[in-house]
Nanobody
Framework: QVKVEESGGGSVQPGESLTLTCKAY??????MAWYRQAPGKQRELVAS???????YYADSVKGRFTISRDGAKNAAYLHMTNLEPEDTAVYYC???????????WGQGTQVTVSS
């Protein structure tokens, strides 16, 4: 079964760091991306990284978040630093197959930033 699974969410205080992990199963995805959805808001793209490509970041997270991939583990990571309350959301991993053959979503992991 092709799937992606997130882990690593949690509750932290402003200014702290957190790393999310996305593990892919039974496919190597051309692009792996992180999205988030805050209560009452639309899902938004946070960061993405293609095989051998340059990362993309939303303006709101540039300089604070870093996306990376580990080919040996078929995983992607989102390292988040200097977290702000506005980063509170459910974070989703998305794996995109090459040639627009479709994509796969994880179940989401909650990140809460609060003092």
């Amino acid at each position: 079964q092709v799937k992606v699974e997130e882990s690593g969410g949690g509750s932290v205080q402003p200014g702290e760091s957190l790393t999310l992990t996305c593990k892919a199963y039974n496919r190597i995805f051309a692009i792996m991306a992180w999205y988030r959805q805050a209560p009452g808001k639309q899902r938004e793209l946070v960061a993405s990284l293609s095989n051998g490509g340059r990362p993309y970041y939303a303006d709101s997270v540039k300089g604070r978040f870093t996306i990376s991939r580990d080919g040996a583990k078929n995983a992607a990571y989102l390292h988040m630093t200097n977290l702000e309350p506005e980063d509170t959301a459910v974070y989703y991993c998305n794996g995109q197959l090459s040639n627009s053959r479709g994509d796969f979503w994880g179940q989401g992991t909650q990140v809460t930033v609060s003092s």
